[in-house]
Every structure is written in structure tokens, then in C-alpha cells.
């Protein structure tokens, strides 16, 4: 008897023990384990009075508490399993009918002292009397003390606690089999403990011993079902998810021992160091790292990134390696863990490219061009450089000429030009606009020839091309390394405006005054409307005479009467207005006012006097001439043949066949045409030929030159002898003296212009000098 009080003892000092752990834990089975484990130290306690008590009421009483609280203690372990087991009852009725008996049990155990149904306690007699079936005797030393006999409603208790041992039972049987191998563990233990102390607690009802020591059997099922719910974590389970883990990561693992032997490698790193078992894992490594074996073991931890080549393809590993050691701090080993970056490698570098690319022509775009540029300043402090920018005149007339994918193919072309002659280390190129694009390139690497070569070479992609291709470079020499780069760029675009010859590829160097120019053009291009709108724009009038000394008509010149910069000559403003087109503007003007002077004269009388009006090249490309024109001619009802229009050999550039069209049908409307400034450029005796104009205009350059050459002079009389042979009279312009007169005059020259006659005024002045006098 001794033992079973010091085993119970000891048991329910456990049991409180667990029980105080599990009341401080926040686990949510914590309150199921709690109940159950109070209701096994209640039993327990009093299991251990009742052996050791010899006063019958004593353990009558504890019997009564005994009874009571296994059925309880049942009831809670049938709850404990629901939740352990994670068993949902959907049904009320099994906790209700579990909780009906449960009540019933108690009530009735309890009612035992009022009825003596359940079972009777009774001090021994001595006397040896025979005893009813299954009366139970304690024993003090060797001595029988009480006598337990159970009565009829015993049996009913009976059944109750297998009913709420069976639900149990049942649940944890039902876990076993649907669960996991892994957690199986888990439930079979406890189902395990409850069977046995559930067969125990049967030997116990079906032997006649006095006192029920299958309790140590339910205290030892109270602390596993204390372990496992709130304590275990079952390592196999702990392991198998460690190795799923490690390999089902796409990251690359090994583990090395001291030695560096490798222990353990996973799949990936498997794939990723291509070998087929981790016993290579260290060699690989290094390899893959590109580090030589060290020597010494005391070696660091690091992370580096690794690229290794296979099939032509480049793989992107980051490596980190690590060292473990233990809880004091010695090496045990190191781990390494292999990350493939190629694909975000590859994604990050393609977003790096389109961020810094021009998408078109795939060289730097604007602001990596800027900074690249900046990068080779600040890395070249000793050297000299030039800023040069490139620009395609008219690239919009290109564009709608030949259409966005000629243009492309173009751009492409020059983008791919820099390419080829940007062979010094030092030189920096990109697309800076639409068709502007820029370098850096270092002075002694810098020739001109180059740029106009290579612009020279931009059209070869196709070669019948109407509208050349005309490509001019503007080139800043940087003295100013700190200078903002766009301003730099801005310079050489600068330079690019200043370019005077248009018709030819080429290359302009920027000067400080061509900055005041480029501000000068914007602030009469902006002005220009307004100018119009307020009369600041005036027709000036230079007579042109006969070889008799009659004015037969007048040449019509613009002048600005600027508010703020005085009286304007063309000189001042004509050039930049031609350049971004606006001269459209300023010469459809000039000629409206030429109509209505013309009107004037008509009204007046003075049919006699025609005006002659300038039309610059750009016009063609800006308005359709011959409808303007015609429409001016139509609205002011004039004798079309009293307008004449100069136009200079210079259209004839390119598009010729266009243009002769356009001067056949102006001439075909009855005005007449007059070919200016004939001989100042790319004339050729040819095209005589093969324009056909009324009037061939001189240019003053002739006379500026003849007076000493006699060269001049022959060329001048062919070009005269020519034009009367094919019938077309001639005007010359610039004539100052009495001797060029003369001289003209011999020849054969028809009509003069120029500052010896008349210098150009205005319209009243004109008037007043020409129609008041006849
Ligand atoms: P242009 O058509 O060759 O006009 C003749 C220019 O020579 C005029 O200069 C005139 O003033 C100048 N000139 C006339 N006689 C003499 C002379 O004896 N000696 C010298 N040294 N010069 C003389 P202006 O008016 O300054 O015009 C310059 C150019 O501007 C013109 O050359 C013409 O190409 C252009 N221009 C003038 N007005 C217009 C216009 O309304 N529309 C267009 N498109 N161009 C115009
Ligand atoms: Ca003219
Ligand atoms: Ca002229």
C-alpha cells in the first residue's frame, strides 16, 4: 500500500506542476488541458486520503469525490480530444447527451448519501463474515480496515464512463488513421496511455482490489496529454519540414563541416554547381566563386556575385557564405547559400538599357548622354574637348515627304555613323531630339573632315532622293568644364543656326555673338505678327529704268520700321525669317501690298508702272505659291503681266521638274518672271536653258567685279548675247556709276537698278518722284 501512496504522491506533485505551467500558457488548448489535469489531481488527492485514512466517513467522503471527479475528468478528456484532435462536432446532440450524463453521474454519486445506491463504505467487524460479490477491503499494514461495496447504480456509473472513455476513444482512433504519418505520433501515444489506464481501470472493476490504482495509469495519461499538447514538437515532423524546405527552395544550399567536406547540398545547388552528389559541393563552390582553396580553416563569412557560363548562356548567382558555430562559440561548419539573379539580373540591365537609350536608334538618349558626358569631364581634367551637335535641315519635310519609316531608317543611318567614327575612348555620343543628335569629342581627335564625310555619307541610303538630305554640325570647344552640359549642347546647336550656306553639309564653330543672333532671331520671329499688324512692316520701292532713262517699274523691298531697333533692312531680319520659315508670312504681305499699290495706280492712271516683287525659295515649301498669287491678282482685278516676280536660280536646287511646273504655270497666269540675282550661285549657262523666265536679273556682284577684270566682263556679255538669243531681256542690278551704264548699255543690257537712278524709298517718296513728274 506504501508504494502506491509515494507513486500517487509523486504523480500529483507532477500533475500541479503541469497544471500551473499550462494556466500560465496562452496556447488555445491550454484551457482543455488545464481542466483535465485539475480534474485528475482532484481523484488523485483523494485516492491518497482515502489510503490512508482508517475513519470510514473519511473515505466515504472520498470515494464520493473520486466518483465525481473521473466522471468529470472524463467528460473534459472527451473535450481535450475534440480539440486535440481538432474534431468539429457539428451535431449538438453528442456534447449535449455527453454533458446530460455527465450530470446525471454526478448527481447520482452524489445522491449516494441520501440512497446508498451507488456503493456502501463500512468500518471491518473483525468478525470474518462472508462478504457480498466484489466487496473491495482496504488494508492498513496487513490489517483490514474498510470495506467498499458497490451497489446496483454502480454499474450505471460504469457505463457512463466507458459512454465518455468510448467518445474519446473513438476520436483519437479516427485522428490516428486520417492523419499524416508524421503527426500520427502525436494521438497514438495518447490514445495508447488512455487504453491502458482504461483496461487497468477494467482489472480494477473486475478484481476486487479496494483501492482504484488505475489512477497512476490516468495521472500518467495526464502528463503525456500535457507533453504533447503543450510541450512537443515532434522532431521528425520538425526534420521533414526542415528538408522539404531546403529543397524545395529555388535557392541553392550546402552545408560543410570543418573540414569543409560538404554534407549536405540540395537539389538546386545540385543544379545550379552541376554536379550529381554534394561530396563535390566544396570544389564546385569554389570553382563557381573563382577562389583558390584556403589553406587555413579560419576563413570569413561574405556574400560576392558569381556568373558562370553554360551552353553560351550566362548565369547570375549571388553567393553568401556563412559560419555556424555552436553555444560556445566553437566552428561546427558553414552553410552556403546559392541565389540565381540572372533573370532579375537580366530584367534590372534591360530596364538600366531602356532607361539610358534612345529606343530608336539604341544609342545613349539625352540625359545618359549627358551624364556620360559629365563622367568623362570630371575623369579627364587635362584634356580638351569639343561639344558637337548635329541637325537635319528640313528633317520635317523629310518626314512627310518620304514618310516616318524613311525618316526612321535615316536616323538610324546617323545614329550608326557615330558609331563607326566615334573610335575614341573618350568620345560620348546620343540622340538629343528628333533629329539632333550630339557627341563629346576629344580635340586632338576631332577633324571636320570627318562630320562632313560622314554627313556627306547620310543619304547614301537611297540615292533618288528629291529633297537632299542636308545635314549641318555646330561645334563649342568647352573652356568651362563646371558648365551645366545642356548648356553646352545648347552652344553648339547655336552654332549649328549660324550656319550660312544651307544647301551644303556643313560644320559651324560656335562664337559668343552667335548666341546675341540666336536670341536676336527669336525675338523677331516673336515679333513679326504683331509687327505686321501694326504697319512696322513697309514696302520700299527702287525704280528700274530703261536704257532711255524712262522708270518703267519699281522692285518692291521690305523694310522693318522696328519701335525699339530703328529702321530695319532686310539684311537685319530676312535671313533668320527664311530659315524657320516665317518669311512665308512677311513676303505674302509685301506682295498684298504690291496688289494694292498696283490697284491704286490702276484707279489713278498710272497702268504704265509695274512693281516687281521678290519670292524667296522657302516659299515653295511653305505655301503654294502660284494660288496665292493668283488669288492676290483676282482680289485686286489687276493686269496680271504688271506684277512681276523675282525668283532666284536657287530654287531650281532640287525638285526641279516641281518648280518648272510652278514658274510655267505662274507664267502661263500671265505674270511675268524674272530670274534674280542670276550668276551669284550655282548658276550654269545650262540653265537658261532650261528655265524658262522673261527676265534674267543681273546680279550686282557682275559690276562689283568688272572693274578691273576683263575676264568679268566677257562672261557678263555672254550671259547677255545668251539671254537676247533666246529672246529674254535683261536687268542689271547695283549699278552706281555712269561708266557701268555705259558699259551695260554697249552690251546690250535692257533695264537698270540701282543706287546711280534711285535708291529704294518709300512709297510716297516714289510717287511723289515717279507720277507727279510725268
Ligand atoms: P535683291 O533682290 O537682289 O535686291 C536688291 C538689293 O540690292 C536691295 O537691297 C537694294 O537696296 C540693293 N541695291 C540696289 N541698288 C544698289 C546699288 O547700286 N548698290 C548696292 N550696293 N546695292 C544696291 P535690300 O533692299 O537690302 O534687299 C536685300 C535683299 O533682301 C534683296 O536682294 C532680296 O533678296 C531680299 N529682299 C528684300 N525684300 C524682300 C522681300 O520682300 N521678300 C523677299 N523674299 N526678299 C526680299
Ligand atoms: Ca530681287
Ligand atoms: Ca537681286
Known amino acids: 500500500m506504501m508504494w502506491f501512496v509515494v507513486a500517487a504522491s ?45 475513519d470510514v466517513t473519511v473515505c466515504r467522503f472520498c470515494y464520493t469525490v473520486f466518483f465525481i471527479s473521473t466522471t468529470v475528468l472524463r467528460y473534459y478528456l472527451a473535450e481535450f480530444v475534440f480539440k486535440y484532435c481538432n474534431i468539429e462536432i457539428k451535431k449538438p446532440y453528442l456534447r449535449y447527451s455527453m454533458i446530460a450524463v455527465t450530470a446525471f453521474d454526478i448527481i447520482s454519486i452524489a445522491m449516494n448519501y441520501v440512497f446508498s445506491h451507488v456503493f456502501r463504505v463500512t468500518a471491518d ?18 490489517k483490514v480496515h474498510i470495506h467498499f461495496e458497490p451497489l446496483g447504480y454502480y454499474k450505471i456509473h460504469l457505463i457512463i464512463s466507458l459512454f465518455l472513455f468510448g467518445v474519446s476513444f473513438i476520436g483519437l482512433l479516427i485522428k490516428c488513421i486520417k492523419t499524416s504519418k508524421l503527426y500520427r505520433d502525436r494521438y497514438v ?92 559541393g566544396f570544389e564546385k563552390l569554389l570553382s563557381l566563386t573563382g577562389e583558390e582553396r584556403e589553406k587555413s580553416k579560419d576563413y570569413t563569412s561574405k556574400a560576392m556575385t558569381c556568373s558562370r557560363i553554360e551552353n553560351g548562356e550566362e548565369y547570375i548567382y549571388d553567393v553568401e557564405l556563412h559560419k555556424l558555430h555552436d553555444m560556445q562559440g566553437k566552428l561546427i561548419g558553414s552553410f552556403a547559400k546559392i541565389t540565381d539573379t540572372t533573370e532579375r539580373t537580366k530584367r534590372e540591365e534591360l530596364n538600366r538599357y531602356l532607361a539610358t537609350h534612345d529606343r530608336l536608334t539604341g544609342i545613349y538618349n539625352t540625359d545618359r548622354l549627358y551624364e556620360a558626358v559629365r563622367e568623362v569631364l570630371r575623369d579627364n581634367p587635362d584634356k580638351d574637348f569639343y561639344i558637337v551637335a548635329s541637325d537635319i535641315k528640313e528633317f520635317k519635310l523629310v518626314n512627310d515627304r518620304y514618310g516616318r519609316d524613311y525618316a526612321d531608317k535615316l536616323l538610324i543611318r546617323i545614329a550608326n555613323l557615330f558609331g563607326d567614327k566615334a573610335t575614341s575612348p573618350t568620345t560620348r555620343y546620343g540622340r538629343i531630339g528628333s533629329d539632333k543628335f550630339g557627341c563629346l569629342i576629344e580635340k586632338k581627335a576631332y577633324s571636320e573632315q570627318i562630320f562632313i564625310s560622314a554627313m556627306n555619307e547620310v543619304p547614301n541610303i537611297d540615292r533618288n532622293l528629291t529633297i537632299p538630305i542636308i545635314m549641318h554640325a555646330g561645334v563649342y570647344e568647352i573652356e568651362d568644364k563646371s558648365m ?19 544647301a551644303e553639309c556643313k560644320v559651324a564653330y560656335y562664337e559668343e555673338n552667335a548666341r546675341d543672333e540666336l536670341l536676336w532671331g527669336q525675338k523677331i520671329t516673336e515679333q513679326l505678327d504683331n509687327a505686321i499688324l501694326h504697319g512696322q512692316i513697309v514696302p520700299y520701292l527702287q525704280a528700274q529704268v530703261s536704257c532711255e532713262g524712262k522708270v518703267v517699274g519699281a522692285e518692291v523691298l521690305v523694310r522693318w520700321n522696328h519701335p525699339e531697333e530703328g529702321f530695319m533692312p532686310p539684311v537685319k531680319f530676312l535671313s533668320i525669317l527664311e530659315k524657320n520659315g516665317m518669311i512665308a508670312k512677311i513676303d505674302q504681305y509685301i506682295w ?13 492712271g498710272r497702268e504704265d508702272l509695274y512693281l516687281s516683287v521678290n519670292i524667296s525659295p522657302k516659299d515653295f515649301y511653305m505655301i503654294d505659291v502660284p494660288s496665292v498669287i493668283i488669288g492676290l491678282a483676282e482680289k485686286y482685278e489687276l493686269d496680271r503681266s504688271k506684277l512681276r516676280l523675282e525668283i532666284t536660280e536657287s530654287i531650281m536646287m532640287n525638285d526641279i521638274d516641281e518648280k518648272l511646273k510652278t514658274i510655267v504655270r505662274l507664267r502661263e497666269a500671265g505674270f511675268i518672271v524674272e530670274m534674280d540675282d542670276f550668276g551669284s550661285g550655282y548658276s550654269s549657262l545650262n540653265m537658261l536653258k532650261d528655265m524658262p523666265v522673261d527676265v534674267l536679273k543681273l546680279d550686282m556682284i557682275f559690276l562689283k567685279d568688272t572693274e578691273n577684270n576683263e575676264r568679268t566682263k566677257k562672261i557678263m556679255s555672254l550671259i547677255i548675247d545668251l539671254a537676247k538669243s533666246l529672246g529674254v531681256p535683261v536687268i542689271a542690278e547695283g549699278v552706281e556709276t555712269v561708266e ?31 507720277l507727279n513728274a510725268s
Request: aromatic residues 12%.
Open 125 to 142: 467487524t473483525g468478525i470474518i463474515e462472508p462478504l457480498p460479490d466484489h466487496t473491495r477491503m482496504l488494508f492498513e499494514g496487513d
Open 10 to 54: 509523486l504523480l500529483a506533485v507532477v500533475t500541479f506542476f503541469c497544471l500551473v505551467r499550462t494556466e500560465r500558457s496562452d496556447k488555445e488548448i491550454a484551457p482543455y488541458v488545464s481542466h483535465c489535469l485539475f480534474w485528475l489531481f482532484i481523484p488523485i488527492v483523494s485516492n491518497i486520503v482515502l489510503s490512508l485514512s482508517p
Open 189 to 280: 501515444v495518447i490514445l495508447t496511455a488512455i487504453t491502458i489506464t482504461a483496461v487497468w481501470d477494467a482489472f480494477h472493476v473486475f478484481t476486487n482490489s479496494p483501492v482504484d490504482r488505475s489512477i497512476l495509469g490516468m495521472c500518467l495519461c495526464g502528463i503525456f496529454i500535457y507533453n504533447y499538447a503543450m510541450e512537443y514538437i515532434p522532431s521528425v515532423l520538425l526534420d521533414e519540414m526542415k528538408k522539404t524546405v531546403l529543397y524545395s527552395i529555388s535557392d541553392g544550399i550546402l552545408f560543410f563541416d570543418e573540414d569543409r567536406n560538404c554534407i549536405f547540398a540540395n537539389s538546386a545547388a545540385m543544379l545550379q554547381l552541376d554536379m550529381k552528389d554534394a561530396s563535390m
Open 740 to 770: 557701268q551704264v555705259d558699259l551695260l548699255a554697249k552690251m546690250g543690257c535692257d533695264y537698270f537698278q540701282g543706287y546711280y537712278f534711285a535708291r529704294p524709298v518709300s512709297l510716297e517718296e516714289y510717287e511723289q518722284k515717279n
Open 484 to 502: 551645366p552640359i545642356s548648356a553646352m549642347f545648347d552652344r553648339a546647336f547655336i552654332a549649328i543656326a549660324s550656319v550660312k550656306n544651307e
Open 592 to 604: 498684298e501690298c504690291a496688289c494694292r499699290i498696283l490697284r491704286r495706280w490702276k484707279f489713278e
